[in-house]
């Protein structure tokens, strides 16, 4: 048997006819910028958000660099990010000139951990971005307190978590801003690159829209020096068609990660942890093992693909240099990036695959 990593054939078979009605319907109007398609999406998915106001990007990276350019950080500053993450949530902040400041993660969940944020907190710091990494909430009533005590603002990057939940509540909705990609890989995946930033300001919502725009709040007239990032229409026309099946399509990646967590029995083979508080997505389903290259190749040779998110840490890769650090400094990190490994994780995986991933690691 053959288990891709992740297969979207299942959902794009589902969502057959109503992606060709998005296609045909952007196609016939001879809009593709900024119409209707947009106005629509960006309303659904603020509401999906719990949440007043949606600003369409044009990634992922965008949606968290353009809130943090908005309200007002820049060179001098300094941004906590977690250590464990995609490098895009260190580059937002970089893009507008300020310095991430790394901060451990729980080993346990991979999320950036409450109690080791003060301790990097200085008097350049400007704002906190947690990550709910792998589809999994970070704990946000800690983070939320520090950030009241200290006066800084949280941007949460949920490019991994479309729907998770923190005691009850979306994601998305804690912060004075979150950023959303809808990379085709995530939960909620564009046929393209595409992303949103979604707030309850209405002053951060227009400022955004303007700087993704050119700088411009109306045509030719520019208050920003701003760039050129915006939700296209084919692109918000296909979210919109994928939408209403998101609770859907979450609920079938925790039903596997379910039987991954009851199957899965192997002692040299760490399972993540869930806390009570949190309702997964589940984007990836991230096991861990010190001997990670040989499980890898051990089920690549049984036909199942993984992959290694991510398997240098940010401290570590050649472009971050500049941070001043070493291997050793951030062992957490390290230690993740060095064993972490993702099981097949995709809406639409079958009974018969499951299970064969399962029975495969445990005789690993």
């Known amino acids: 048997m053959r288990v891709p990593f992740v297969s979207f054939r299942p959902l794009e078979q589902r969502l057959d006819s109503q992606l060709r009605a998005a296609f045909e319907r952007v196609y016939a109007s001879s809009w593709y910028i900024g119409g209707r398609e947009d106005e629509v999406f960006e309303k659904t998915f603020a509401a999906y958000c719990d949440s007043k106001y949606c600003v369409g990007c044009g990634n992922g990276l965008d949606a968290l660099m353009l809130p943090l350019r908005a309200l007002g950080v820049g060179p001098g500053d300094e941004v906590l990010v977690p250590s464990n993450t995609f490098i895009a949530t260190a580059l937002a902040v970089t893009y507008v000139g300020a310095t991430p400041v790394l901060v451990e993660p729980d080993i346990r969940t991979y999320n950036m951990d409450p109690a080791r944020i003060e301790e990097k907190i200085t008097a350049s710091t400007k704002a906190i971005m947690p990550v709910h990494l792998y589809g999994q909430s970070c704990d946000m009533d800690p983070i939320l307190a520090i950030a009241k005590k200290h006066g800084l603002f949280v941007i949460e990057d949920c490019a991994q978590a479309h729907g998770a939940r923190y005691k009850g509540k979306v994601i998305g909705s804690f912060g004075d801003a979150a950023g959303f990609s809808f990379y085709p890989g995530k939960n909620l995946g564009a046929l393209g690159d595409a992303g949103a930033m ?137 230690e993740i990036a060095a064993t972490q490994l993702s099981l097949p994780m995709y809406y639409g995986m079958t009974d018969e695959e499951i299970q064969y991933v399962i029975d495969c690691v445990n005789k690993f």
Not at 295 to 300: F, K
Not at 310 to 321: G, K, M, R, T
């Open 198 to 334: 979604v707030t309850n300001c209405e002053e951060l919502a227009g400022k955004v829209r303007a700087l993704g725009n050119y700088g411009s709040d109306y045509k030719y007239h520019h208050i920003y020096q701003g760039v050129n990032s915006r939700l296209d229409e084919l692109q918000a026309a296909f979210l919109s068609a994928k939408l209403p099946m998101m609770e859907e399509v979450n609920a079938d990646r925790r039903a596997t990660a379910k039987k991954y967590l009851a199957g899965i029995r192997n002692p040299a083979v760490a399972l993540p942890f869930v806390p009570e508080w949190a309702e997964p997505v589940w984007h990836i389903f991230a096991v861990r093992c010190e001997r990670r290259e040989e499980l890898a190749a051990y089920l690549e040779e049984k036909g199942i693909g993984t992959n290694r998110h991510y398997p240098i840490a940010i401290h570590l890769q050649e472009c971050y240099q500049n941070l001043g650090l070493q291997k050793g400094d951030l062992p957490i990190a390290e």
